[in-house]
C-alpha cells in the first residue's frame, strides 16, 4: 500500500467531514452512524442467512454425493457469507445492499421449497 | 462509507471496511492469535509449567524406554485389561502410562488411571497441579468465564471479521508483489503500513488458512445446515468423514491426540462415542482368555523402526496383557499425510507370539472437499506434523499477531495528526490508545504473570490452579488500569520495559524453583524445556528493542501538543 493515492484514500476516511452548519451536521452523522450499524448487521445477520440458504440449496441438490456434499456446501457458505459482507460494504447504496442479500436469500428459500423435502 | 456520502470506488470503501471490521473486535483477535500461536507448543508449556517432570531425562533408546514403563506395569499392574504406553519423545520428557481395568470400556476418551513415570529411573512423578498451556489453548477459542456456547459464537463472529479483513485488505493492496520487498523505516504512519503490509503478506497462506479452518473446526455449531439437509444422524457424517480410513483407525490408541484436541467440538466427542459403541462387542471377545506371558518387545520395536525410519514410535497399546488374547499395536507419532485427519502408521503384533497380525486395509481417497477440510484443519491443529513444521507455524502465527499488532497501531498513528490538530483527544481515540496498549504489551505480561504463578504459589494451596489464572486476568486487568491512567507515551514506554524484564527473568525463576536449569536441558537435549527458556528470551530482547525505539522517537515532527505525541516503534 505504497502509492500516494492509497495514502491519500487513508488519509481521506480520517478527515472530518465539512458540513455547513452544526445542527445539519449532528444530523447527518447521526444517520450515518445508523446507516453503518444497520449495514453491519445486514453484513452479519443478512450474511449469515444468505450463506446458510445456499448451504442448504448446494447440500439438497448434491446430496448424492453425501459427504462431499455436505462439506462443499459448509466450505462455500463460509465463503458466500465472507463475500456477502464485503459486497454489503462495496455497494454505495444502501438499499441496493440489502436487496442484494434479500432477495438471493429469498430466491434460494424458493428454490429449497420448491426441491420439496 | 463516508460520511457526506460521496460516492467511492470499491477500493476505497474495501479500506474503509478493513480498518473498522478489524478494529472492532482487533484486541479480541490479537488475543486469539497470540494465545493460539503459544498453543503450537502447549506441550511444551504445560512441560515448563510442571518442572517436577524436568528431571526426567529418557534414555536414546526406545527399547529401554519401553522396558522401564514393562517393569513399572508388570510390577504394579500385571492383571490390567489394557496398557497404554505413551513413550517419550521430542515434545514430551516423561512416559506416560494409561492403564485401564479388565472390563473397563478400553476406548473411552476419559477413564483409567494416570500415571507419569520417569523415563529412565522408572519412578512415578507427582507432577503439581496446573493447566498448563491447556488454559492459553482453550482461550484462544472458549475465552475464560463465559458460557462456553457463546464464548464460541463470538469468536466465530471475531474470526468472520478477520477473514473479511484479509480479503478486503488484499483487494486494498495494490501493489502486492512491489510492496512486499518495500520497508521505509522511521517514516512514522509509512512505516508503520510497511510493517503492517509486509507481515500480511509474507505469511498470507498461513493467515488464510489459520482463518478459514478456524470457522472449520467450530463448523458443527456455526454452520450445520448444509449437513443437517444430507445427514439426519450426524454419526453418519461423522463415520463418512473418516472414510475409508474408518477400520485402520478403529482400535487405534488415541490418548496422544485426544489430549491435545480434547473436545475440540461436539464432533471429536461424537466419533469417539460411536468408536466406543462399536468396540464393545469386541471387548467381550477378548475377556475370555487364560494366562499367558507376554512376547518380547524388543523385536517389535525394532521392526516398527525399520519400517518407520524417521518416524519414532509414539505409543504402544497392549491389550489384554499376560493372557492368550493379548495383542500390541504401535503407533508412529508422524501422521502419514495431511490430506487425512489422524491416520498414523500402526503396527499389530500377537501379544504372545509376537506375529505380525496387521490387516491390510484399502483406504479409500479422500474426496476434494474433505480433502480442503482435512488439510486446513490439520494444519491449525498442527496434528501429527513434525517438529520443523511446528515452528513454521509458530513463525507464521507470530507474524500474524505482529500484522495485527502493527495494525491496531496504525489506526492511532494514522489520526494522531489531527489529533494534535484539535489539541485534545477525543475519547474514541483515546479508547483506543488505551486498550492498544492493553492488549498489545498487557497480554505478554499477563502470559509472563502466569508463568510467575505457577512457580510461586505454594504447592498446597488447594485451589492454586484456579489462582494461576487469576493471576493473568490480573495482571491483564492492571496494565489496563495502568495504561488508562497513565500518559500514552509514559504507558507504552514503562509496560515494555516491565515485559522484557519480566521475561528476560522467567529462565532464572525456572532455575531457582525447581526447573531443570536451561545449560542442563541443553546438554540433556531436553530441547522443550530449553527452548521454553531461550523463547522468553527472544521475546525479552524483541521488548527490549521496542522499548529503545519508543524511546528514540521524538515524536510527530509538527509542534508538539500538551498531550504526548502517539508514535511508537514497535516492529519498525
Known amino acids: 500500500m505504497n502509492s500516494q493515492t492509497e495514502l491519500d484514500v487513508l488519509n481521506a476516511s480520517v478527515s472530518t467531514p465539512t458540513v455547513s452548519t452544526r445542527a445539519k451536521s449532528a444530523h447527518s452523522l447521526i444517520q450515518y452512524r445508523v446507516m453503518i450499524a444497520y449495514r453491519f448487521a445486514l453484513a452479519i445477520l443478512g450474511g449469515y442467512l444468505l450463506a446458510s440458504m445456499s448451504a442448504i440449496v448446494i447440500a439438497k441438490t448434491f446430496a448424492d454425493y453425501r459427504a462431499a456434499a455436505a462439506m462443499s456446501a459448509t466450505l462455500l457458505a463460509f465463503c458466500i457469507h465472507c463475500a456477502a459482507f464485503i459486497w454489503v460494504f462495496m455497494v454505495n447504496k444502501t438499499l441496493k445492499a440489502s436487496l442484494g442479500i434479500l432477495v438471493p436469500s429469498i430466491i434460494l428459500f424458493v428454490i429449497y421449497k420448491m426441491m420439496g423435502n | ?572
Open chain 2, 1 to 572: 462509507m463516508r460520511v457526506d456520502a460521496k460516492v467511492e470506488g470499491p477500493r476505497q470503501s474495501m479500506s474503509w471496511l478493513h480498518t473498522w471490521a478489524s478494529l472492532i473486535l482487533g484486541w479480541l483477535l490479537y488475543a486469539i492469535f497470540l494465545t493460539g500461536t503459544l498453543s503450537f507448543f502447549q506441550s511444551e508449556i504445560t512441560a515448563w509449567m510442571k518442572p517436577e517432570i524436568h528431571q526426567s531425562v529418557p534414555s536414546d533408546s526406545q527399547v529401554q524406554q519401553t522396558q522401564v514403563a514393562l517393569n513399572y506395569l508388570q510390577k504394579n499392574y500385571p492383571d490390567a485389561g489394557s496398557w497404554s504406553i505413551q513413550l517419550p519423545n521430542s515434545r514430551q520428557t516423561t512416559t506416560e502410562l494409561n492403564i485401564r481395568k479388565k472390563g473397563e470400556d478400553l476406548q473411552a476418551r476419559r477413564g483409567g488411571e494416570r500415571i507419569t513415570l520417569d523415563s529412565a529411573t522408572g519412578q512415578v512423578i507427582e507432577a503439581r497441579d496446573t493447566r498448563g498451556g491447556g488454559f492459553l489453548y482453550r482461550f484462544h477459542f472458549e475465552l475464560y468465564g463465559f458460557d462456553r456456547i457463546w464464548a464460541r459464537w463470538i469468536v466465530g463472529l471475531a474470526t468472520m471479521l478477520m477473514f473479511v479483513a484479509i480479503i478486503s485488505g488484499i483487494i486494498t493492496h495494490k501493489k502486492i508483489f512491489k510492496d512486499f520487498f518495500t520497508f521505509r523505516s522511521g517514516k512514522g504512519q509509512r512505516s508503520w503500513l510497511d510493517a503492517h503490509n509486509a507481515t500480511a503478506v509474507f505469511a498470507l497462506p498461513f493467515h488464510i488458512m489459520i482463518t478459514f479452518s478456524g470457522l472449520l473446526l467450530l463448523m458443527f455449531m456455526f454452520m450445520p445446515w448444509g449437513i443437517n439437509q444430507v445427514y439426519k444422524d450426524r454419526q453418519e457424517f461423522f463415520q463418512e468423514m473418516r472414510g475409508g480410513a474408518v477400520q485402520q483407525n478403529n482400535s487405534r490408541n488415541r490418548n496422544v491426540e485426544n489430549r491435545s484436541v480434547s473436545a475440540n467440538t461436539s464432533q471429536a466427542r461424537g466419533i469417539t462415542e460411536q468408536r466406543s459403541r462399536g468396540e464393545r462387542g469386541k471387548q467381550h471377545e477378548q475377556e475370555a482368555g487364560y494366562p499367558a506371558p507376554l512376547t518380547n518387545l524388543t523385536p517389535l520395536i525394532i521392526a516398527a523402526q525399520a519400517q518407520w525410519k524417521e518416524n519414532p514410535i509414539a505409543s504402544i497399546q497392549i491389550l489384554a496383557p499376560n493372557t492368550s488374547n493379548a495383542t500390541i499395536e504401535l503407533r508412529a507419532l508422524y501422521a502419514k499425510s495431511v490430506v487425512e485427519r489422524g491416520v498414523y502408521p500402526i503396527l499389530k503384533f500377537d501379544g504372545v507370539t509376537g506375529k505380525d497380525i496387521n490387516e491390510t486395509v484399502q483406504t479409500k481417497n479422500a474426496s476434494i472437499p474433505m480433502g480442503i477440510y482435512n488439510v486446513v484443519t490439520v494444519l491449525h491443529e498442527a496434528r501429527g506434523l513434525d517438529l520443523t513444521f511446528r515452528w513454521l507455524l509458530f513463525f507464521s502465527g507470530v507474524i500474524g499477531t505482529l500484522m495485527i499488532a502493527t495494525g491496531l497501531i496504525l489506526w492511532c498513528v494514522k489520526r494522531a495528526p489531527q489529533q494534535q490538530k484539535q489539541g485534545y483527544k477525543s475519547f474514541g481515540y483515546r479508547f483506543v490508545e488505551v486498550m492498544n496498549i492493553a492488549a498489545v504489551i498487557g497480554l505478554p505480561i499477563a502470559c509472563a504473570s502466569y508463568f510467575y504463578a505457577n512457580r510461586f504459589i505454594p504447592f498446597e494451596i488447594e485451589t492454586r490452579l484456579n489462582w494461576e489464572i487469576r493471576a493473568f486476568f490480573i495482571a491483564w486487568l492492571a496494565t489496563l488500569i495502568y495504561a488508562a491512567i497513565r500518559p500514552h507515551r509514559q504507558a507504552w514506554l514503562e509496560l515494555l520495559a516491565f515485559a522484557s524484564v519480566a521475561f528476560a527473568l522467567l529462565p532464572i525463576v525456572n532455575f531457582t524453583t525447581g526447573g531443570q536449569a536451561f545449560w542442563n536441558s541443553i546438554a540433556n537435549d531436553q530441547w522443550m524445556i530449553a527452548s521454553f527458556d531461550l523463547m522468553t528470551w527472544v521475546l525479552a530482547i524483541l521488548f527490549f528493542l521496542s522499548f529503545y525505539k519508543v524511546k528514540k522517537h521524538k515524536g510527530l515532527p509538527v509542534k508538539k501538543s500538551r498531550n504526548a505525541p502517539s508514535n511508537k516503534e514497535i516492529s519498525a
